[in-house]
């Protein structure tokens, strides 16, 4: 419930719930879990929209979109480290993107994924500036990096599977 409180608050762009969780030991493991509920949650729904249920699909979303929240908060980290000179640690910032992550269970509601979409940015960049001690420019910049860098991975593997 802790973890749960702290990405709603996070999610409200409340910059202290992102410090918090930048100090605790166990803040990761909860960021998992929040991104894998977040995915589990809005593939059941639309599981459920269907009227069809399948477990190794949403093993799947969990893993996916674990793996999403890896290479984005890296992405990030690497950008705000490498170009912007923070000095913050990768697991600060997995702590931030992982808490971020709330707004997009929005998906579930009509017309609910692009302001989904649109909150967990804007929600990924108070916490990177907060997470890696950056200014707005250099958080965005970061951030757009790392959206550009999940976006890359994801066309790079479906090209294989276009072509065939």
Do not use: C
């Not at 809005?42 to 009227?51: H, Y």
């Not at 980290?77 to 600060?92: C, D, E, G, K, N």
């Not at 970061?142 to 991975?153: E, F, N, Q, R, T």
Request: neutral net charge; proline residues 2%; without cysteine.
């Amino acid at each position: 419930m802790k973890a749960l409180r702290r990405a709603v608050r996070v999610a409200l762009f409340n910059r202290s719930a992102t410090a918090e969780s930048t100090w605790d030991e166990a803040a990761t493991a909860d960021a998992v879990l929040i991104v894998a509920s977040v995915a589990v949650v809005t593939a059941l729904v639309r599981l459920l929209r269907v009227g069809a249920f399948d477990l190794l699909l949403l093993v799947e979303t969990a893993i996916y979109a674990v793996a999403r929240w890896i290479i984005v908060a890296l992405a990030v980290w690497f950008a705000a480290t490498r170009l912007f000179h923070s000095t913050s640690s990768a697991q600060s910032m997995m702590q931030a993107a992982g808490f971020a992550s709330l707004p997009l269970v929005l998906e579930v509601v009509p017309y609910g994924a692009i302001v989904g979409v649109v909150w967990y940015l804007a929600a990924l960049l108070v916490a990177t500036m907060e997470a890696m001690d950056l200014d707005l420019k250099s958080a965005a910049a970061s951030v757009l990096i790392g959206a550009a860098v999940v976006a890359l991975i994801q066309l790079l593997f479906r090209i294989p599977f276009i072509l065939f």
